[in-house]
């Protein structure tokens, strides 16, 4: 593979390290035991406190816009909110929400349990593991330093978070997280840049991708959109010369096709850009060692 397909293959490969890296933690269902909280309550709390720095406010209408997925139109976890409000772990005044010391203390435990648990884990060797930590760590720091894009809210969250073990693998967990969150703030400033909101961004990349060519693969592939949102999203996109339509089959027009790839292109730009002068070796091993922790983590 070239530099650039390595290092795309290398982002690729953060998600799959998010998703696996706490699986074999058992202190998690002791929290949800403590705290009384459903365990999607417990994770909205965790969102909560990386959203917003210790006593400030926001509203139901910045919450539905800065948390979770910005693609959806669907807000479920709101129903969770009263939850959080009578376990006393979040306040509510008016429309306004805000996290309780006793909220930030329980995502203090939990974040203290997690990362007492990663440092007891080597999936490779010790040296190996600390290379690609400061490394990674090295190239995070990097993307947090510059001036594009103008907004990093995704990284922020980061910050919030205590960091309570110098292990090799806790600053592995940390330096994973900050790269996948500056990645979402290129890609969101990029599409943000070219006029999209969310929601009809994500439409216009399942089409893009191949993923779904008709309504009816994009309302069974987009649950985060209601039919009838995708059927507005569908109308603009096809109003602005994006796509065609016929009946329930969609089609990328070639404004359609070029625009999704500039908004690609203005991602790696942003996102590449700060990342310090590596040899295509030195990429390839970042992914491939990357790669084999993911394969070797418990679960």
Do not use: C
Not at 154 to 161: A, F, G, I, P, Y
Not at 175 to 187: E, I, K, M, P, S
Not at 213 to 221: D, G, N, P, S, V
């Amino acid at each position: 593979m070239s530099s650039e397909d390595e290092r795309r293959a290398l982002v690729e490969l953060l998600p799959q390290f998010l998703m696996r890296r706490r699986r074999g933690w058992t202190g998690l269902q002791a929290l949800v035991d403590q705290s009384r909280l459903t365990r999607p309550a417990l994770f909205l709390l965790r969102a909560l406190v990386e959203e917003a720095d210790p006593g400030v406010r926001l509203s139901l209408d910045e919450l539905r816009a800065r948390l979770f997925n910005p693609y959806s139109t669907v807000h479920d976890w709101v129903d969770l909110l009263p939850e959080l409000v009578s376990g006393g772990y979040v306040s509510q005044t008016g429309d306004g929400y805000a996290v309780t010391p006793q909220g930030r203390a329980l995502i203090e435990q939990m974040e203290r349990g997690a990362q007492a648990y990663l440092a007891t884990l080597t999936p490779i060797d010790e040296p190996d593991l600390t290379r690609l930590a400061d490394t990674l760590s090295e190239i995070a720091a990097r993307l947090w330093s510059v001036p594009e894009p103008a907004a990093s809210p995704h990284q922020e969250r980061v910050h919030r978070l205590p960091l309570s073990s110098g292990s090799a693998m806790a600053r592995l967990d940390r330096a994973v997280y900050a790269l996948w969150t500056a990645r979402d703030d290129a890609h969101n400033a990029a599409w943000r840049g070219a006029g999209f909101d969310g929601p009809m961004l994500d439409l216009l990349t399942r089409l893009w991708t191949g993923e779904a060519m008709t309504i009816a693969a994009l309302t069974e592939r987009v649950p985060g959109q209601r039919p009838a949102d995708i059927e507005r999203g569908v109308i603009a996109l096809s109003a602005a010369g994006y796509i065609t339509r016929d009946g329930d089959a969609l089609a990328l027009t070639p404004r359609g096709q070029q625009t999704r790839d500039a908004i690609e292109a203005e991602t790696d730009r942003l996102y590449f850009a700060p990342w310090p002068s590596l040899t295509p070796d030195d990429v390839a091993w970042l992914r491939k060692t990357l790669k084999l922790v993911i394969e070797r983590l418990p679960g």
